[in-house]
């Protein structure tokens, strides 16, 4: 499968200008500056803010043409997000918030649940199922979201700045079941950070991106021997 994006958007006084293409599997890294159009950029692919001009498509879909005024919404998109803020949805237990993807895509309840349960199995919170985000540490809602990201095995996963609002040990606990994650995944996954670590532990490429343009875009051998020089 091959992401391919080449879109432009203006929000306010923020405009945002890029076009690049992957194929799986890739795990590709967005770093920059606040304000630089990082998250934008995500939201853009999920399909979650209004895109004035371009096209993405993924394998044979087209997901977005203004030119021809195709849109494809964002619960038809084979994405999992993990946002910034998590954006857990606070009336729902972690079970019901993993089971959501798959309820939204018709599947019965009980069978919906029964895959969620699977993923918080995975993610080692299974026994944390019927809490609510605001009964959940940081750590704990960052696996539920994880979870539900996952949870519908999607093609394509968007990871937003994941650990920003951990610290410690619940930080490097993130990061060591992210990376286990990652090494398994097959698709494309697209990692937001402004965090060197996170780049040198996770991307086979990274694109960096300044008041909505890219800089540069490294490929995966000087990504890996960075890796190498600096190990």
């Known amino acids: 499968m091959d992401l391919n994006v080449d879109i432009s958007l203006v929000r306010d006084s923020f405009q945002l200008s890029v076009k690049f293409s992957c194929v799986s599997p890739t795990i590709l890294a967005i770093s920059g500056k606040n304000g630089s159009g990082k998250s934008t950029l995500l939201e853009s692919i999920a399909g979650l803010v209004s895109v004035q001009a371009g096209e993405i498509s993924f394998g044979d879909e087209i997901w977005l043409k203004c030119s021809k005024k195709i849109f494809v919404p964002a619960y038809r998109r084979n994405i999992g997000v993990v946002f910034q803020g998590l954006l857990l949805f606070g009336h729902l237990s972690a079970l019901d918030n993993v089971a959501y993807g798959w309820r939204m895509r018709g599947c019965a309840r009980n069978d ?16 944390l199922q019927g809490r609510k985000p605001e009964q959940l540490s940081g750590g704990q809602a960052q696996r539920v979201a994880l979870a539900r990201a996952l949870a519908t095995e999607p093609q394509l996963l968007l990871l937003d700045e994941p650990f920003s609002a951990l610290d410690g040990e619940a930080k490097f606990e993130m990061r060591a079941l992210v990376q286990d994650v990652l090494e398994k995944y097959q698709g494309i996954a697209i990692l937001v950070s402004h965090d060197p670590l996170d780049i040198r532990t996770f ?27 600096e190990g």
């Not at 919906?112 to 026994?127: N, T, Y």
């Not at 008041?211 to 890796?227: A, I, M, Q, T």
């Open 112 to 127: 919906a649940r029964s895959r969620a349960q699977e993923w918080l199995e995975k993610m080692g919170i299974a026994h």
């Open 203 to 229: 991307a086979h490429r990274e694109l960096v991106l300044n008041d909505g343009k890219f800089l540069c875009s490294p490929n995966r051998e000087k990504v890996e021997s960075r890796r190498l020089e």
